[in-house]
T-cell receptor
């Protein structure tokens, strides 16, 4: 079974530039998550989708971050304009769906460095 | 609201020694609890989870954890450490069947295994 795919794996940009990350969840997984993991910290939820609808985006900095999941499959996370503090690993994850006990599977992450 | 506290950002053990990684949680509803492992430059992999039923949960690679409601703890143990266990370990909580499904993570514990 293919896992959660993310690209690009690594990105270096200057502050105030924009960047986009792409995620393809495990086939059939209705729930998709984007987490931000700053070095030395645990992952923090940015946004959760159920199919193509947003379930929770309370911790997404909406002035600069946006995410979409068109057609309820792939998702993109965009940052514009980037700040130095956005340097982090952006983890995409997916699960079968609505039940809390379902295992959440993580991709390998997209590493962002803002200089 | 929910939160996770992992005591000790770094733990060092000798190969063959007992591994004990501590996790305490706070949740306003009955929680589901998880341990994930992260190897360098990789995503998070589920070690084990507690949802309902037996409070002693066995996972992959010889790890186990016990849910203790009275102590609000979910400590991770392994009887005998192996060099390959060196990694970062994250405890996480979700709000159970009726609550918020996304995971809230602790700040992680880096496990070093000395030969």
């Amino acid at each position: 079974e293919a896992g959660v795919a993310q690209s690009p794996r690594y990105k270096i940009i200057e502050k105030r530039q924009s960047v986009a990350f792409w995620c393809n969840p495990i086939s059939g997984h209705a729930t998709l998550y984007w987490y931000q993991q700053i070095l030395g910290q645990g992952p923090k939820l940015l946004i959760q989708f159920q199919n193509n609808g947003v379930v929770d985006d309370s911790q997404l900095p909406k002035d600069r971050f946006s995410a979409e999941r068109l057609k309820g499959v792939d998702s993109t996370l965009k940052i514009q304009p980037a700040k130095l503090e956005d340097s982090a690993v952006y983890l995409c994850a997916s699960s079968l769906g609505a039940i809390s006990g379902n295992t959440i599977y993580f991709g390998e992450g997209s590493w962002l460095t803002v200089v | 609201a929910q939160s996770v506290t992992q005591l000790g950002s770094h733990v060092s053990v000798s190969e063959g020694a007992l591994v004990l990684l501590r996790c305490n949680y706070s949740s306003s509803v009955p929680p589901y609890l998880f341990w994930y492992v992260q190897y360098p430059n990789q995503g998070l992999q589920l070690l084990l989870k507690y949802t309902t039923g037996a409070t002693l949960v066995k996972g992959i690679n010889g790890f186990e954890a016990e849910f203790k409601k009275s102590e609000t703890s979910f400590h991770l143990t392994k009887p005998s450490a192996h060099m390959s266990d060196a990694a970062e370990y994250f405890c996480a909580v979700s709000e159970g069947e009726t609550g918020r499904r996304a995971l809230t993570f602790g700040s992680g514990t880096r496990l070093q295994v000395q030969p």
